[in-house]
Nanobody
Framework: QVQFVESGGGLVQAGGSLRLSCVGSGSTFSGNDMAWFRQAPGKQREFVTAIHSGGRTNDADAVKGRFTISRDNAKNAVFLQMNSLKPEDTAVYYC????????????????WGQGTQVTVSS
C-alpha cells in the first residue's frame, strides 16, 4: 500500500518562496506520473502541477512561471519549488500518483497523506 509524507510547508510573506517535499513508501514512483494538489479552506482539492515518468511537466494556469515540480526516483520523492508566493496560494498541499486522461490528471490512489500547510500572508 502506497503512503505519502508531505513536508516543507510554513508561513511566508507574499513574494517569498518555499520548497515542499513528498516521500512515498510502499511503492515506487519511478514508472508513475506524479502530481501536487492543494486544498484551500472551504474549497475542493485542485490540481497544481504534474511531472510525468519521463520528466515532462504540466502546470495549472494559476502557478505557471512560479512553481516548479521535480522528482528523484531513487529517493521515491517529488518536490515542489514555489516562488513568488501569493496569499491565494494558501492551502494544504498534497502529492499523489496520477493518471492523465482527457486533458486532466486523476489520482490513481484513494490514499492522501496528511499534507503540508502553506500560509502566505499579504
Amino acid at each position: 500500500q502506497v503512503q505519502f509524507v508531505e513536508s516543507g510547508g510554513g508561513l511566508v510573506q507574499a513574494g517569498g518562496s518555499l520548497r515542499l517535499s513528498c516521500v512515498g513508501s510502499g511503492s515506487t514512483f519511478s514508472g508513475n506520473d506524479m502530481a501536487w494538489f492543494r486544498q484551500a479552506p472551504g474549497k475542493q482539492r485542485e490540481f497544481v502541477t504534474a511531472i510525468h515518468s519521463g520528466g515532462r511537466t504540466n502546470d495549472a494556469d494559476a502557478v505557471k512561471g512560479r512553481f516548479t515540480i521535480s522528482r528523484d526516483n531513487a529517493k521515491n520523492a517529488v518536490f515542489l519549488q514555489m516562488n513568488s508566493l501569493k496569499p491565494e496560494d494558501t492551502a494544504v498541499y498534497y502529492c499523489n500518483v496520477v493518471t492523465y486522461f482527457g486533458g486532466r490528471y486523476y489520482p490513481k490512489t484513494d490514499y492522501w497523506g496528511q499534507g503540508t500547510q502553506v500560509t502566505v500572508s499579504s
